[in-house]
């Protein structure tokens, strides 16, 4: 049987791999002892995880909810957002 007929697997599946990344950055990189911040390390590898996922089972990031049009208004408004609750935070 193939993971496309057992989605709970599937999503298991997925979920374990994002933990394993999640677990490796709280245990041995540390991330929230830096400047980054935690979870940045696992986030940026669930995102890859999820295009991987999305390939392997023929699906479309559009399919999913992401969207082409206006990714780089939305992609300076976050970071714009990021600055700005970083100098909050340490400044």
Known sequence: ????KKPLLSVLAVYAVCFVFRWMEYFFIRTDQTV??????HKLAGFAVLCI???LFSCTLESLGFSKR??????????LFGIFVF???YG
Do not use: N, Q, S
């Open 36 to 41: 980054w911040g935690e979870a940045i390390l």
């Open 1 to 4: 049987m193939t993971m496309r």
């Open 53 to 55: 996922a999305a390939k």
């Open 87 to 89: 100098l909050i935070a």
């Open 70 to 79: 206006g990714v780089r208004k939305h992609l300076f408004w976050g970071v």
